[in-house]
C-alpha cells in the first residue's frame, strides 16, 4: 500500500509527541522519548511511563494533571 510510510509517519508523531508529553508530566527530560523509535523497547517505554505517578504539584509546563486549576485574579 504506497499511503503505509505516510500513515506510519503520522502515527509515530503522534506516539512521540503523548510520549515527550507524558516524559513532562513526571518530571523527566523529554529526550527519554526517543526510546519509542526503537523497536521492543516501544511497548516497554510506553507501558512503563503509564504506570510511573505523576510528579508532586506543579511543575514548570503547568499545574498538577489531576489537580482543580484556579486562575489567579
Same mark, same amino acid.
Given at each position: 500500500?504506497? &499511503?503505509? /510510510? &505516510? &500513515?506510519?509517519?503520522? %502515527?509515530?508523531? +503522534?506516539? &512521540?509527541? %503523548? +510520549? =515527550?508529553? *507524558?516524559?513532562?508530566?513526571?518530571?523527566?527530560?523529554?529526550? +527519554?522519548?526517543?526510546? +519509542? %523509535?526503537? /523497536?521492543?523497547?516501544?511497548?516497554?517505554?510506553? =507501558?512503563? %511511563?503509564?504506570? =510511573?505517578?505523576?510528579? /508532586?504539584?506543579?511543575?514548570?509546563?503547568?499545574?498538577?494533571?489531576?489537580?482543580?486549576? *484556579? *486562575?489567579?485574579?
Amino acid at each position: 500500500n504506497p &499511503l503505509f /510510510p &505516510l &500513515l506510519f509517519f503520522a %502515527l509515530t508523531w +503522534v506516539v &512521540l509527541a %503523548l +510520549v =515527550i508529553k *507524558r516524559c513532562q508530566d513526571i518530571g523527566v527530560t523529554g529526550f +527519554v522519548a526517543l526510546l +519509542v %523509535l526503537f /523497536p521492543g523497547i516501544d511497548f516497554i517505554t510506553v =507501558i512503563v %511511563l503509564g504506570f =510511573i505517578r505523576s510528579a /508532586p504539584g506543579a511543575n514548570r509546563y503547568g499545574p498538577e494533571p489531576d489537580s482543580y486549576y *484556579r *486562575r489567579k485574579a
